[in-house]
């Protein structure tokens, strides 16, 4: 044995150092000991593999896929009692790779904590946010009364855990919103994010919402079988929902690379570490009604779909359950889930975040290679709540080690939530008696029900009740689409109440003609309440079909009895063979119990038969095994299976490979992709080789690739024509006028060339109110400012001269100081306080002279989106001089020539003369009374969302606290 792993070593020592070898070779052999021994285990038919080498592909050479490898991993860790860093689970694949790590390793139980973070004691009743109207509202409210109170609790399995206060929290997403303003994000901009569990994403996530953009949540890259689907269902989701930036991991560059040539929208990809400066002084002030997520659906049964979901949809179901689930000080809610899931992100999270209970957070990847890290985070924490999918409760009763549970007291739990897929009560007991040792009490379990439609909760069970079941009968449900009571035991078809629905939210259950049925009767699931979507984002058919009279098709069939809620499967995954209805999960359970078939690796498809009129049954179930023997044994078992539990076998059996069956992003089968996959490919599931699939990304990247180049060159040629024409213009114009005194003459002159050179670049310019334009009335005119296009605007829309004030250093600028000068223009001091009070006093003059004049009161602009605040001077002027104010609202111009860009984009630019309004008095008040009026008054004209100011005493920082 030893001369064979010698011979193995020697293979791979052209690659490794010679010391390095030597050092090596007995970590070496016995690691290479375990791997034969698991790999003979992992082995159909327990037929002896090929012995492994320190270059054996662990999927490829000895058919261990991702979960095989986490076992293996886990009983390297056990037998050799080393501890192996979290990433190697989803790195690794070669005992190569293993063997580095095991070179360095650390020793200790792979499951002992590093020391828990002392979360904060209960201080005074609940008191929730209870006026907030956004989750913005939400944030600003924690951050402000409780900076210092621990919001999340991040476990890293290699480092000590790390503690997120609000304050940490809103200060980081300050500096990520003034990041994101300043690459051009606007309000009610798309923003995909797709980051792994970390501090970076919740100071990102909150962020884009302080900026009054839309988040997307995608998850982030991962290894795959199928890369090219997986890059394919990425650029799907990120062009239906118009991204315009993503936010990437630094090591997904070259995904985002791809991604971005295959979306048109999508304009920049940038990493956190970008993004984090100064903290922004401005924001927008969302609204209930703005859009805060788009919730993709994990496109199970078909093409992704982003469901809108505003805030006042998302702090509606949040209230909801939590009113339902009696959130108290004292909870402790602990969490693996994914943050791109809507149960991680908005039940895990939200939840924790609007009432102000201390979140508990691991990494999904910590979870499935070591489940016993979250008992473990639950015991440490003294968790009151948690959640989780039921595969979860099922690895957990049958893959952890008694070992793995020393001191781990699960007492504190009274939520134990189970919900995103059907719950199994079989699950429910096995978990319920494995943890009763560990205090685990079964009352606490608590399925529920919900979909993204609906933001995330839709039914509760009662908390503290525990699991309901009802055993009804398999064949009457069959036949008569109805819940009736099992009369035998071979019958029991046994299924888990969700519970009642929550607070104002209403089920009813449809028949196929559109009527509500009675009590027991199976029938299409749907509901209405203030949490439902306003529909599918950009997608008005899909949304057609799944409102109606304001009732929302939650695509689940179910069952009422007692006023709780039964799921008994997805519509279409419905199989109706010879006018009997069939389930497909039973099925795929049962066949996934059976020796030499991947557990959860099994489709139950129904493929319809135009000559019967009716479905066949097919079983597409994945498998390792090869030999013609196992793999007759494994039909026999699948036949016997099908009989037993629907009384015929199916008419079609598929025996594929791993990994050939579909998934979505969270783990279920994609029935409709993989049915429609077997049949375009006559049975063949196999994923073609990595090479293939390259060259096929390849392919389809160049195609948009080339599109987008056609787009730039097209708008580089505008772009450039827009700038040889103005010159062409403005050099013969500026000739005639910069030596003229005459500022009125030199103006009109100015005003006709400004308009030839919009119309020769083909940008539309419409003046409204020009009525109110009254040249013999002397006024304070005050504009928005979004863009250097504002000027030649204004220029080309008042023909009559105004005296515009501009800032002192535009006199210095070359050839256009002289210009402005020769139009009229007055200049002002920004910096030196004594020039700029002379400056003041000077307007003021003017103005009570006769002289119009025109101000730009936001005194600057950026390439983002927003009306920002108004500077006082302009009203100071008004009222010192008794001038009525005219607001001018200026929209387009942003769109053609944001700041930071010199290539004009073409589009139409609207000036709305607004009302003239008269000052209130002389003081500072009236000024400021003056100030916001008038911006309220532009607001309404110029097509952008009011920003707000934020004062330095409303930024809580982690040392201000008191």
């Keep these: 044995m030893a001369r064979t792993l010698d011979l193995r070593l020697s293979k791979r020592s052209r690659d490794m150092n010679d010391d390095a070898v030597g050092r090596s070779?007995?970590?070496?052999?016995?690691?290479?000991?375990?791997?034969?021994?698991?790999?003979?285990?992992?082995?159909?038919?327990?037929?002896?593999?090929?012995?492994a080498g320190l270059g054996s592909h662990f999927e490829r050479d000895l058919g261990l896929d991702s979960l095989a490898r986490t076992e293996l991993l886990n009983r390297i860790e056990k037998t050799l009692g080393v501890r192996f860093p979290l990433e190697l689970f989803g790195q690794a694949i070669t005992p190569?790779?293993?063997?580095?790590?095991?070179?360095?390793?650390?020793?200790?139980?792979?499951?002992?904590?590093?020391?828990?973070?002392?979360?904060?004691?209960?201080?005074?009743?609940?008191?929730?946010?209870?006026?907030?109207?956004?989750?913005?509202?939400?944030?600003?409210?924690?951050?402000?009364?409780?900076?210092?109170?621990?919001?999340?609790?991040?476990?890293?399995?290699?480092?000590?855990?790390?503690?997120?206060?609000?304050?940490?929290?809103?200060?980081?997403?300050?500096?990520?919103?003034?990041?994101?303003r300043q690459i051009g994000v606007n309000p009610g901009d798309t923003v995909a994010l797709m980051l792994p569990t970390g501090s970076d994403y919740f100071a990102c996530f909150a962020g884009i919402l302080l900026l009054g953009a839309i988040v997307v949540p995608v998850y982030p890259p991962a290894q795959s079988a199928r890369i090219d689907d997986h890059l394919a269902r990425h650029a799907a989701i990120l062009s239906d929902a118009r991204a315009r930036v993503m936010i990437v991991p630094?090591?997904?560059?070259?995904?985002?690379?791809?991604?971005?040539?295959?979306?048109?929208?999508?304009?920049?990809?940038?990493?956190?570490?970008?993004?984090?400066?100064?903290?922004?002084?401005?924001?927008?002030?969302?609204?209930?009604?703005?859009?805060?997520?788009?919730?993709?659906?994990?496109?199970?049964?078909?093409?992704?779909?982003?469901?809108?979901?505003?805030?006042?949809?998302?702090?509606?179901?949040?209230?909801?359950?939590?009113?339902?689930?009696?959130?108290?000080?004292?909870?402790?809610?602990?969490?693996?889930?994914?943050?791109?899931?809507?149960?991680?992100?908005?039940?895990?999270?939200?939840?924790?975040?609007y009432f102000g209970i201390p979140l508990v957070l691991m990494s999904p990847l910590t979870f499935l290679a070591r489940p016993a890290r979250w008992l473990h985070a639950i015991s440490d924490y003294h968790a009151t709540i948690t959640a989780a999918p039921n595969f979860a409760y099922e690895r957990c009763a049958r893959r952890v080690d008694d070992t793995d549970l020393e001191d781990v007291d699960l007492s504190s739990l009274r939520l134990a939530f189970c919900g995103a897929e059907p719950v199994s009560a079989a699950t429910m007991r096995a978990f319920a008696s494995r943890f009763a040792r560990n205090g685990f009490r079964h009352t606490a379990l608590t399925p529920v029900y919900g979909l993204a439609e609906n933001t995330l909760g839709l039914a509760f069970s009662e908390p503290g009740r525990g699991v309901r079941t009802d055993c009804i009968s398999r064949v009457r449900l069959a036949d008569s689409q109805r819940a009736a009571p099992a009369e035998s035991p071979d019958e029991v078809l046994e299924l888990v109440s969700c519970g009642r629905a929550l607070p104002r939210n209403q089920i009813r259950i449809m028949d196929a003609d559109g009527n509500e049925v009675s009590e027991?009767?199976?029938?299409?699931?749907?509901?209405?309440?203030?949490?439902?979507?306003?529909?599918?984002?950009?997608?008005?058919?899909?949304?057609?079909?799944?409102?109606?009279?304001?009732?929302?098709?939650?695509?689940?069939?179910?069952?009422?009895?007692?006023?709780?809620?039964?799921?008994?499967?997805?519509?279409?995954?419905?199989?109706?063979r010879a006018g009997r209805h069939f389930y497909p999960y039973e099925l795929e359970a049962a066949v996934g119990r059976l020796p030499g078939?991947?557990?959860?690796?099994?489709?139950?498809?129904?493929?319809?038969?135009v000559e019967t009129g009716t479905d066949r049954l097919l079983v597409i179930a994945e498998t390792r095994a090869t030999a013609p023997a196992t793999l007759a044994a494994i039909r026999s078992g699948i036949n016997e299976a099908s009989v037993?539990?629907?009384?015929?076998?199916?008419?079609?059996?598929?025996?594929?490979?791993?990994?050939?069956?579909?998934?979505?992003?969270?783990?279920?089968?994609?029935?409709?992709?993989?049915?429609?996959?077997?049949?375009?490919?006559?049975?063949?599931?196999?994923?073609?080789?990595?090479?293939?699939?390259?060259?096929?990304?390849?392919a389809n990247t160049l195609l948009p690739l080339g599109r987008r180049l056609r787009i730039a060159a097209g708008r580089f040629a505008y772009g450039a024509w827009c700038w040889i024409s103005t010159m062409l213009i403005a050099i013969p114009t500026a000739l005639i006028i910069v030596w003229h005194p005459d500022a009125n003459r030199n103006w009109k002159i100015a005003s006709r060339a400004a308009r030839l050179?919009?119309?020769?670049?083909?940008?539309?310019?419409?003046?409204?109110?020009?009525?109110?334009?009254?040249?013999?009335?002397?006024?304070?005119?005050?504009a928005n400012h979004a863009s250097y296009l504002d000027g030649l605007v204004l220029l080309a829309a008042f023909p009559v001269p105004l005296g515009v004030v501009a800032k002192r250093e535009l006199a210095r600028a070359p050839l256009l100081g002289c210009f402005l000068r020769a139009i009229g223009v007055r200049f002002v001091e920004r910096v030196d306080y004594r020039r700029m009070a002379d400056d003041e006093r000077e307007l003021a003059k003017q103005a009570m002279s006769g002289t119009s004049l025109l101000f730009f009161p936001e005194a600057t602009f950026v390439r983002s989106a927003g009306l920002r605040q108004f500077r006082l001077g302009a009203f100071v002027t008004a009222c010192a001089s008794h001038r009525p104010i005219i607001p001018v609202a200026i929209a387009g111009?942003?769109?053609?020539?944001?700041?930071?860009?010199?290539?004009?984009?073409?589009?139409?630019?609207?000036?709305?003369?607004?009302?003239?309004?008269?000052?209130?008095?002389?003081?500072?008040?009236?000024?400021?009374?003056?100030?916001?009026?008038?911006?309220?008054?532009?607001?309404?004209?110029?097509?952008?969302?009011?920003?707000?100011?934020?004062?330095?005493?409303e930024i809580p920082t982690r040392h201000d606290a008191t």
Excluded at 154 to 165: G, Q, V
Excluded at 523 to 540: C, L, M, V, W
Excluded at 673 to 697: C, E, F, H, K, V
Aim: aromatic share 6%.
């Design 25 to 51: 070779s007995a970590n070496a052999r016995r690691l290479l000991e375990i791997v034969d021994a698991f790999a003979a285990e992992m082995s159909p038919g327990r037929h002896k593999p090929p012995p």
């Design 644 to 698: 037993a539990l629907l009384g015929a076998p199916p008419e079609e059996v598929a025996l594929v490979p791993p990994h050939s069956i579909l998934k979505t992003s969270s783990g279920k089968i994609r029935h409709a992709a993989t049915l429609d996959l077997y049949m375009r490919s006559r049975g063949n599931l196999l994923p073609r080789p990595a090479w293939r699939q390259w060259l096929d990304i390849g």
């Design 597 to 609: 078939v991947r557990t959860g690796c099994v489709a139950v498809c129904g493929t319809p038969d």
């Design 757 to 782: 050179t919009l119309r020769l670049a083909g940008i539309s310019l419409t003046v409204r109110g020009g009525a109110l334009f009254d040249t013999a009335q002397p006024a304070i005119y005050v």
């Design 250 to 353: 630094s090591h997904a560059f070259v995904a985002g690379v791809m991604a971005k040539a295959r979306i048109p929208t999508l304009h920049e990809i940038v990493a956190v570490p970008q993004l984090m400066g100064e903290m922004d002084a401005e924001q927008y002030v969302p609204r209930a009604e703005d859009v805060a997520l788009l919730q993709y659906t994990s496109g199970s049964t078909g093409t992704p779909k982003g469901v809108v979901l505003t805030h006042a949809n998302l702090l509606a179901n949040i209230r909801a359950m939590g009113h339902t689930a009696l959130i108290e000080e004292h909870d402790v809610f602990v969490s693996w889930l994914p943050l791109y899931h809507d149960m991680g992100l908005i039940g895990a999270w939200f939840g924790p975040l």
């Design 893 to 953: 111009t942003r769109a053609v020539l944001p700041d930071g860009q010199w290539l004009p984009i073409r589009a139409a630019v609207t000036v709305t003369v607004l009302p003239a309004q008269v000052p209130s008095g002389e003081d500072m008040k009236a000024a400021a009374r003056s100030r916001d009026a008038a911006r309220e008054a532009i607001a309404a004209y110029c097509g952008e969302r009011v920003l707000s100011e934020i004062s330095p005493l």
């Design 520 to 576: 027991r009767a199976v029938g299409r699931i749907e509901f209405r309440s203030p949490s439902a979507t306003r529909g599918y984002f950009q997608n008005p058919n899909l949304t057609a079909r799944l409102i109606h009279d304001g009732w929302l098709d939650t695509g689940d069939l179910g069952y009422m009895a007692d006023e709780e809620l039964f799921i008994t499967g997805r519509v279409k995954d419905l199989v109706i």
């Design 96 to 180: 190569g790779d293993l063997l580095r790590a095991l070179d360095g390793r650390t020793t200790g139980r792979p499951n002992a904590p590093t020391g828990a973070i002392a979360l904060d004691a209960p201080g005074g009743a609940l008191d929730p946010a209870a006026d907030a109207g956004t989750l913005v509202e939400a944030l600003q409210w924690h951050a402000s009364r409780r900076p210092e109170r621990t919001h999340i609790v991040l476990l890293d399995e290699d480092a000590a855990p790390h503690a997120m206060t609000y304050a940490a929290l809103h200060e980081a997403a300050l500096r990520v919103s003034r990041g994101l």
